[in-house]
């Protein structure tokens, strides 16, 4: 099972493993209270394309085009930094925006679940 879930929410034992998806440190939180396996920033959106999106839901659908190209030619990283780390365990993938709908944790479950 693959989940999302805001960083600032409090771990749980059925997050599985705790990876963080974004490129950048979310403030406030520190690395403990994280309780990450991974933090995976490498296969976070682009900085170019993170700056376009700009958290805009009409650039939605777009966004998700776009950032799932990107994961395509990172297949390899995406194998390092989130299946290896997951192992048979169950996903959560930790974003820190407030848009629970519109994020790039959710693009990259949407690809991960499509690439199955």
């Known amino acids: ?12 034992p059925d997050d599985g493993a ?16 994280a309780a990450l396996d991974a933090w995976a920033k490498s296969v976070a959106p682009s900085d170019e394309l993170r700056e376009w999106f700009d958290h805009d839901p009409e650039r939605w659908a777009e966004f998700e085009r776009r950032y799932h190209a990107e994961l395509a ?26 848009d629970t709908e519109h994020n790039n944790a959710v693009a990259l479950r949407s690809y991960l679940l499509d690439e199955r």
Do not use: F
């Open 1 to 12: 099972m693959i989940r999302t879930k805001r960083i600032y929410e409090e771990a749980t």
């Open 73 to 98: 030619e990172k297949r390899t990283v995406l194998e390092e930094e989130l299946l290896d780390v997951a192992g048979e365990r169950d996903v959560t993938l930790l974003y820190a925006t407030t």
């Open 18 to 33: 705790r990876i963080l998806v974004d490129r950048l440190w979310p403030r406030g939180v520190s690395h403990e209270d």
